[in-house]
């Protein structure tokens, strides 16, 4: 790669990025120190290699980087990965971090007054509609999906719908909202995705970069 046309990498903002750091570190990517200032505003940062730039995006849209080629490469969740399904992402390397899953979840006083497996109808509010659609398909199931982006917890108590299909980690915030997990959907990791163009086109450098990842995942 040239200057001119270096490689990008694309992560996530939020809890991921603390704990993919380290990860980088020991691939011998290490950002300007505008990465790592809470106060800096720029989305696009050098590394101490000429010929790599890291952009920090939302998680949902590191995949549609990677997917039509802003980006060479990124983190991103499974979740994310199998909502949007994009052909053009090679997903190669679990990154063994962001540990969650995806749920459903219903009010507790539902909880054991109908059984799931008798289901044929189910309305849900979720960021995942895609992949809700496909889990309840498999199953039978006409899953009538209300697309939020967040605040996922409120939708059963304001009437929205009775259950929700959403992103878990410890269950606190169900908790405390009067919620209670009762199917897990998948298990979430973060993941390095690789362009499928790059990787064809530049399989030595792309080529090394998973061999890196892996191998940090690998030490983890």
């Not at 498999?138 to 939020?148: D, N, T």
């Amino acid at each position: 790669m040239s200057a001119r046309n270096p490689l990008v990498l694309a992560v996530p903002k939020g809890r991921i990025l603390k704990e993919l750091r380290p990860l980088l570190d020991h691939v011998g990517i290490h950002p300007e120190a505008a990465f790592d200032d809470p106060n800096a505003r720029q989305l696009q940062f050098a590394t101490n290699l000429p010929d790599l730039s890291i952009v920090r995006v939302r998680s949902f849209d590191v995949a549609t980087f990677v997917a039509f080629g802003a980006a060479h490469l990124g983190v991103a969740g499974n979740d994310v990965l199998m909502e949007f399904d994009y052909p053009e992402i090679y997903a190669p390397v679990d990154l063994n971090i962001g540990h969650c899953r995806i749920s459903v979840a219903e009010a507790v006083d539902l909880v054991g007054e109908d059984d799931p497996r008798q289901w044929s109808h189910i309305r849900v509010a979720t960021k995942y509609p895609n992949m809700t659609r496909t889990y309840f398909a498999e199953r039978g199931v006409q899953a009538e999906c209300i697309k939020l982006n967040g605040a996922m917890e409120l939708a059963p108590k304001m009437g929205l719908c009775r259950r929700i299909v959403d992103l878990v980690s410890t269950g606190t915030t169900l908790k405390e909202n009067g919620l209670q997990e009762i199917e897990t959907i998948a298990d979430v990791t973060s993941r390095l995705a690789v362009n499928r163009t790059a990787l064809k086109t530049m399989p030595d450098e792309m080529g090394e970069w998973i061999e890196k990842f892996r191998e940090a995942s690998n030490g983890r």
